[in-house]
């Protein structure tokens, strides 16, 4: 389910034009029902990013969702375990 706010992100990122929102909110649909099948990626999945401080996981929104901190600063392309990010 996705409320207003985050349609208007979209239409927001391709300047209100309505076809090509359309087609940048598939793709990230798409993207999200193979890479974030359950709807949230649990702490198992990520445990270097973790131990590295990258990611920190801080409990749970109002409507149940996992909320984490991202460092993005942290994450450089020469650490990174190419089979661990699939």
């Known amino acids: ?6 349609l208007r992100r979209f239409l927001r990122a391709r300047d209100l034009n309505i076809e090509k929102s359309t087609a940048m909110f598939l793709k990230y649909l798409k993207w999200r029902r193979e890479f974030v099948p359950r709807g949230f990626i649990s702490e198992s999945e990520i445990p270097n990013e973790i131990r590295k401080e990258k990611v920190f996981v ?4 109002k409507k149940g969702r ?3 901190v991202i ?6 392309s020469d650490d990174r375990d190419l089979e661990e990010t699939k």
């Not at 460092?71 to 450089?76: D, L, R």
């Open 1 to 6: 389910e996705h409320d207003d706010l985050m």
């Open 71 to 76: 460092m993005v600063g942290k994450h450089t």
């Open 58 to 61: 801080q409990g749970f929104d």
């Open 66 to 68: 996992p909320l984490a």
